[in-house]
């Protein structure tokens, strides 16, 4: 190309660095991180004009800028790097052994019949409520921020939590193996483009499902609907029946040929 080498791994480079621009946009859009991005590259192009054209002072001040720059960002911006992080491990399914070798042994599994006749009663009485079931992401950070309870899953418990008067019922109760071991937890609201139907409840469920692999159900004091977020989407007007079957496949459990005294019932 004349007077400007160019070789084929400078177009592989180039073609490399727009994918990954591309796909940092994609996983950001809708959050102000683009934003952010923007008016990093502006002042770093700025500080390369400056420096360019001779100006001591200005490209000394943006200088400094630019050098501490990038760990005040870490710094103020510590929460939605560590989501963005989270985000990028969640969406990568081929890397799932690494979570298994690290994952803690747990023969426990939450047992699913009182979660669904729960929400069933609760989505009968239009009873606003938000499950979460963890799977083997560490939701230790959401614990410490409920109220501890450490109680068996039963579906009068379940129910008492998120009864309207009951001082638990705002906020999410958390399920891990087979007990409920917090309530009033605060979860991250996505910031995800969705539609503006969607409420507070439905927000949080898909942002808790976006950094973790746990199964988030959400009945609606509207419209009494089930919703069940898992992976980033949500899946609205769920039945029990079919909560059930997306709660043995998740969760693994019930896998067992039922015995014919069961069968029988």
């Given at each position: 190309m004349?007077f400007v ?15 990954i621009?591309?796909w ?20 770093y ?6 420096r360019?054209?001779n100006?001591?002072l200005?490209?000394?001040i943006?200088?400094?800028f ?14 939605e ?12 399914k081929r ?5 298994r070798i690290?994952?803690r042994?747990?023969?426990k599994s ?7 006749t729960?929400?069933r009663?609760?989505a009968e009485t239009k009873?606003?409520?938000?499950i979460?079931i963890?799977?083997?992401s560490?939701?230790?950070l959401i ?9 068996r899953i039963?579906t009068p ?7 309207k ?10 399920i891990?193996?087979d007990r409920?071991?917090?309530a009033?937890?605060i ?18 469920a898909i ?6 692999d ?5 009945v609606?004091?509207e419209?009494?609907?089930i ?7 949500l899946?609205?007007?769920v039945?029990?029946q ?14 067992k ?9």
């Amino acid at each position: 190309m004349g007077f400007v080498p160019f070789t084929f791994i400078d177009f592989i480079d180039i073609i490399l660095v727009a994918a990954i621009m591309y796909w940092i946009y994609r996983a950001t859009k809708g959050t102000n991180a683009p934003y952010i991005i923007t008016g990093i590259i502006v002042i770093y192009l700025l500080w390369v004009v400056v420096r360019t054209l001779n100006m001591e002072l200005l490209s000394t001040i943006l200088g400094q800028f630019v050098s501490v720059g990038v760990i005040a960002l870490i710094i103020v911006f510590q929460p939605e790097i560590r989501r963005f992080l989270q985000m990028i491990g969640m969406r990568q399914k081929r890397f799932n052994f690494i979570t298994r070798i690290f994952a803690r042994e747990d023969d426990k599994s939450a047992n699913i019949l009182p979660i669904v006749t729960a929400c069933r009663e609760m989505a009968e009485t239009k009873t606003g409520a938000l499950i979460v079931i963890g799977q083997q992401s560490d939701l230790t950070l959401i614990i410490e921020g409920g109220i501890a309870l450490d109680a068996r899953i039963s579906t009068p418990l379940i129910r008492n939590i998120f009864f309207k008067n009951a001082p638990l019922h705002d906020g999410a109760a958390v399920i891990v193996g087979d007990r409920i071991v917090a309530a009033k937890c605060i979860l991250p609201v996505t910031q995800s483009d969705v539609p503006k139907s969607y409420g507070t409840r439905h927000r949080a469920a898909i942002g808790m499902s976006e950094i973790s692999d746990a199964i988030i159900i959400v009945v609606s004091e509207e419209t009494g609907g089930i919703s069940l977020a898992q992976g980033g989407q949500l899946r609205r007007d769920v039945d029990p029946q079919r909560l059930t079957q997306i709660l043995q496949r998740y969760l693994n459990v019930n896998r067992k040929k039922p015995r014919s005294s069961e069968v029988a019932e």
